[in-house]
């Protein structure tokens, strides 16, 4: 079982209220990575992280931020959060240049 | 850029055979993955297959891979209930630093 972990799980919160969404790894994996997934299904990538320090943005805008100050830690902020945000956040960590990523269970982040 | 294409939907009978199949245009991928994706959950790797193969098996799952026409292919024996779920197909980019997603096959079952 892969030892990356989000919180919360669930999270319903109101328009214009300031989030943050947390990952963690146990597994000493330089590579993080933010994937928003739609309710049809597909995953797009809004943030990556090479290591400490080093943030990218992904394939999708997002205004969500994030940060690398800490290797296992990869938190996912919004600053003010809208109706459009609603949608799953799932996290997930890679080692090795060509390995597997593993995820954590997501967080469902509806707002109202 | 990378981009990744699958079929939105599969419907097979309990005990029959199901593919899945996506396409890739990153000819430079050096491994691809097979993910699954239960309700409510992250998505778990099942299986991944090096470039410089055309077919990897495990146990229930086969995979295919045709670099020519870059098309990969997961194909699940004697197909269970517990096998409903969304199945994503991935690919590394070529500068190994993003995991690109298809946009996932729901496979449903039928007694």
């Known amino acids: 079982e892969a030892d990356i972990y989000q919180t919360p799980r669930y999270l319903v919160i109101g328009t214009g209220k300031k989030i943050t969404l947390e990952c963690s790894q146990t597994m000493g994996h330089d590579k993080m990575y933010w994937y928003q997934q739609d309710p049809g299904m597909e995953l797009h990538l809004i943030h990556y992280?090479?290591?400490?320090?080093?943030?990218e943005k992904g394939d999708l805008s997002s205004e969500s931020t994030v940060s690398r100050i800490r290797t296992e830690h990869f938190p996912l902020t919004l600053e003010s959060a809208r109706p459009s945000h609603t949608s799953q956040y799932l996290c997930?960590?890679?080692?090795?240049?060509?390995?597997?990523?593993?995820f954590g269970q997501g967080t469902r982040l509806t707002v109202v | 850029g990378e981009d990744v294409e699958q079929s939105l939907f599969l419907s097979v009978r309990e005990g029959d055979s199901s593919v899945i199949n996506c396409t890739y245009t990153d000819s430079s991928s050096t491994y691809l993955y097979w993910y699954k994706q239960e309700p409510g959950a992250g998505l778990q790797l099942l299986t991944y297959?090096?470039?410089?193969?055309d077919m990897k098996q495990d146990q229930r799952l086969t995979v295919l891979l045709n670099k020519k026409d870059k098309h990969l292919s997961l194909r699940i024996a004697d197909t269970q209930t517990g096998d409903s779920a969304i199945y994503f197909c991935?690919?590394?980019?070529?500068?190994?630093?993003?995991?690109?997603f298809g946009s996932g096959t729901r496979l449903s079952i039928r007694p």
């Open positions: 991935a690919e590394r980019d070529s500068s190994a630093s993003k995991i690109i």
């Open positions: 297959i090096f470039s410089n193969m």
């Open positions: 997930a960590s890679s080692g090795q240049r060509y390995t597997e990523a593993f």
């Open positions: 992280s090479y290591g400490v320090n080093s943030t």
